[in-house]
């Protein structure tokens, strides 16, 4: 059996952006979010959204180490960016990940499941200074370079 796993992301507090800023503002960071998965995937890999804030990246043929270094990289490419709201302000979105690697004989609901659980477990754990706690609004920052992400192996 060849190696398959599954990444589970989540937007943290994505229904603060939407509350806050509308739907308009909430769309442009759920973009931003969704370029910054797919520039760190390789071509095997298949990104999809899932629910609103939610996303399931499915890749094959990778071991587990370096599927959890490609959501590290996935985690903070995704802090490092700050969409503008206008006025002089910005939204920073971060997320939750969770991955797993297919077991023999496990079927895909399971798989999804594990993964799943530990994003939410990811959300519910976050807490103190220097730990990324969701939605950030401020002023807009200055400008960053973008955050680079290891070249991937294509499969």
Known sequence: ???????VLDIDHFKRVNDTYGH?????VLKHVADAVMAGMRNADT???????????????????QAAEMADALRA???????SVGDGRSVAATVSLGFATRQPEEGGESLF?????????????????GDPRGLTLGRQPPRRKKAALARRPEV
């Open 47 to 65: 990104v999809c959204r899932i629910g609103g804030e939610e996303i399931v990246i499915i890749m094959p043929r990778i071991d587990p180490a």
């Open 1 to 7: 059996m060849r190696p398959l796993s599954l990444v």
């Open 24 to 28: 308009a503002i909430g769309d442009v």
């Open 113 to 129: 499941r594990r993964a799943r659980r530990r994003a939410l477990r990811g959300q519910a754990r976050r807490s103190g200074p």
């Open 77 to 83: 490419a995704v802090g490092a960016m700050a969409v």
